[in-house]
């Protein structure tokens, strides 16, 4: 029995040392995974309380402050989407001196919103980025001016101010189709002081903003939509870069799924996450939201959004887009549209 009992204690030894090296191995892992800041795992249970899953955290990093034009994602997060997809999201809001490219770029996010004309400029200087879906169908940019100074054609800005974003595609491809070489180009700030003061001015907006803070000032105002000018990019698009597709299709799969499923939630039940944006972003009324929503989704719900699902990108549109961009010198190298963007992980397809 002593013999019995030196072996069974020897054992005993065996297997403890044996459970502290795993565990000291499973702690090692997810210490230097934290290190590295991009994917942290973690056991959880399901909702149904079925099956046990890894949570994988992921961040997107937004084009700009929190708005309506990101309801779909707050959506997804507050509605348990990613999660339920087993994601945890980290959702960043971008601003005037955020780069959501070069975040993606550098791997400090892995998801990133940027128009499509600026897709096409990071592949331009060398940075392979993928869209996976678009919010925005067609472009609410526009040129406003003040009522009764309209413009007919976007020629007709030779001769007036104009109140631009230094390094704003859609601008090089316009100086060059209406040949704008009689325009006081002035750089825009953010601040719209001088369009108020000058009735002959033309300032680049959104017509799901701008129009609105005008209106709420006692300034009347008309827009003209830059889409009318055939140049009409995706906007708010979802995008990785390459080699992140490459190497986590499963978690792109996910992280588009839920994200489909809090647009189409965003635009029949809106009230929780403009509110919920609200509080995010106080230096926005809560009626400036409802109108970036109630004008916003006559540019995100229509179209192939309608008829093959939100996010759906045609190939067709992103080829006319480079060819625009090409003309107008923007970029310097072959582009395929093939290779720019995918609706490979579109729910459905």
Not at 27 to 39: F, I, P, V
Not at 72 to 95: K, S
Not at 159 to 183: C, H, M, N
Not at 288 to 316: L, N, P, T
Request: glycine share 10%.
């Amino acid at each position: 029995m002593k013999n019995l009992g030196g072996l069974w204690k020897c054992s005993f030894l065996f297997v403890s040392v044996a459970v502290l090296l795993v565990l000291a191995a499973c702690g090692s892992d997810k210490e230097g995974n934290a290190q590295t800041g991009e994917e942290v795992s973690e056991t959880t249970v399901t909702n149904a309380g079925e099956e046990v899953t890894e949570t994988e955290s992921v961040k997107i990093v937004l084009n700009w402050f929190a708005q309506a034009g990101h309801g779909g994602i707050y959506t997804a997060d507050g509605q348990g989407f990613f999660q339920d997809n087993g994601l945890e999201v980290t959702i960043e809001p971008g601003g005037p001196q955020i780069s959501s490219v070069q975040m993606v770029a550098s791997g400090s996010a892995q998801f990133g919103l940027v128009h499509g004309d600026q897709l096409l400029m990071a592949k331009n200087q060398g940075i392979d980025l993928v869209a996976l879906a678009t919010i925005y169908q067609n472009s609410p940019q526009a040129m406003m001016t003040h009522k009764g100074h309209e413009i007919e054609d976007f020629g007709d800005i030779n001769g007036r101010t104009a109140f631009i974003q230094p390094g704003i595609a859609y601008w090089e491809y316009f100086k060059g189709k209406y040949e704008l070489s009689d325009v006081n180009e002035l750089a825009f700030t953010g601040d719209h002081s001088n369009f108020i003061n000058d009735e002959e001015s033309v300032n680049q907006v959104y017509v799901t903003g701008e129009p609105f803070f005008m209106e709420q000032q006692g300034i009347e105002t008309e827009t003209k939509l830059i889409s009318e000018s055939g140049y009409n990019p995706y906007q708010y698009v979802l995008y990785v870069t390459k080699d992140y597709l490459a190497e986590n299709e499963e978690t792109v799969e996910k992280f588009v799924s839920a994200f489909v499923e809090g647009w189409n939630y965003f635009r029949e039940t809106p009230d929780e996450t403009l509110e919920a944006i609200h509080e995010m972003n106080p230096d926005k009324s809560m009626e400036a939201f409802e109108y970036e929503m109630e004008v916003g989704k006559d540019f995100i719900y229509v179209d192939d959004a309608e008829d093959k699902g939100f996010g759906y990108m045609s190939e067709e549109r992103w080829s006319a887009l480079i060819d625009q961009l090409t003309e107008a010198g923007v970029l310097e190298v072959d582009i395929e549209a093939a290779d720019i963007f995918t609706n490979d992980y579109l729910p459905g397809s």
